[in-house]
C-alpha cells in the first residue's frame, strides 16, 4: 500500500465475557468483534487528471472483520504482587485477533478462513 491519501476506520464491539463467574483468571479476558475498513492510494485531481477515480477507490477498499480475545495478564499475579509489577512499567495486554473474513486476502485463501494475529501491549 502506498500512496498521498488514505482512509481508514474500525468499530469494536466488546462481548459480554461467559467466563467472568468463574473467579478472577475467568475475568481476566475480554471478548469482542471488530471491523476494519482502508484505503490508501492517490485520489484524481490535477490536469490532466492523475491517480483514482471514486470508483477505482471502492474497488480497492480494504476490509476484514472478525474476533477479538484480550488477556490482562497482571490479573494473573498475586493482588502482593500487582503495586510492584506496576512500578517496573505497564504490564501490556495480550491480544488475540482472529479476521475471519477479508475482502482482499494476501495469502492466497479464500475471503473466509481461519487467520490470527497476536498483539502484545496494544491499548487501542
Do not use: C
Request: proline share 6%; hydrophobic share 40%.
Amino acid at each position: 500500500l502506498n500512496g498521498n491519501d488514505m482512509f481508514g476506520f474500525n468499530a469494536d464491539l466488546k462481548l459480554p465475557n461467559p467466563f467472568a463467574s468463574l473467579g478472577s483468571f475467568g475475568a481476566s479476558f475480554e471478548f469482542g468483534l471488530f471491523t476494519d475498513a482502508g484505503w490508501a492510494g492517490n485520489i484524481e485531481f490535477g490536469d490532466p487528471p492523475t491517480g483514482e477515480t471514486g470508483s477505482e477507490i471502492l474497488k480497492h477498499i480494504l476490509t476484514d472483520a472478525g474476533v477479538t480475545v484480550k488477556a490482562n495478564i497482571l490479573s494473573w499475579l498475586p493482588s502482593e504482587l500487582h503495586g510492584v509489577a506496576q512500578e517496573y512499567g505497564h504490564i501490556p495486554t495480550i491480544s488475540f485477533y482472529f479476521p475471519l473474513y477479508l475482502n482482499h486476502p494476501f495469502d492466497g485463501k479464500g475471503n473466509f478462513a481461519f487467520r490470527y494475529v497476536i498483539g502484545l501491549g496494544t491499548t487501542f
